[in-house]
């Protein structure tokens, strides 16, 4: 089981940059495969960006070439830079690890932080 907890959201201009980040405590977290979601009032939770237990990294169209994430697995952390952050990036986001084992599907939350983008 897994425990997230995510920081480092709060108030930046259009154009300006936010690192996320994410702490783990629990167990096995080098199996996950972690995520960054993001939702704004009223609408679907939307992905991110997805980084495997290898290291491989996936983007949305909407945050190529701006965001990138990267895992410390020794210290148990999910990072999201976000970089040229426009007004549409500000959501809540969300950081969620997933493990598919023969016994089951396992998938774990955090609470959110909130980036809000405004001049």
């Known amino acids: 089981q897994l425990q997230l907890v995510e920081s480092g959201g709060g108030l930046v201009q259009p154009g300006g940059s936010l690192r996320l980040s994410c702490a783990a405590s629990?167990?096995?977290?080098?199996?996950?495969?972690l995520d960054w979601y993001r939702q704004a009032p009223g609408k679907e939770r939307e992905l991110v960006a997805t980084?495997?237990?290898?290291?491989?990294?996936s983007y949305s169209d909407s945050v190529k070439g701006r965001f990138m994430t990267s895992r410390d697995t020794a210290k148990k952390m999910l990072f999201l830079q976000m970089n040229s952050l426009e007004p549409g990036d500000a959501n809540i986001y969300f950081c969620?690890?997933?493990?598919?084992?023969?016994?089951?599907?396992?998938?774990?939350w955090g609470q959110g932080t909130q980036v809000t983008v405004s001049s």
């Open positions: 969620h690890a997933g493990y598919k084992a023969s016994s089951g599907a396992y998938e774990y």
């Open positions: 980084i495997t237990s290898g290291g491989d990294t």
């Open positions: 629990g167990s096995l977290f080098a199996v996950y495969y």
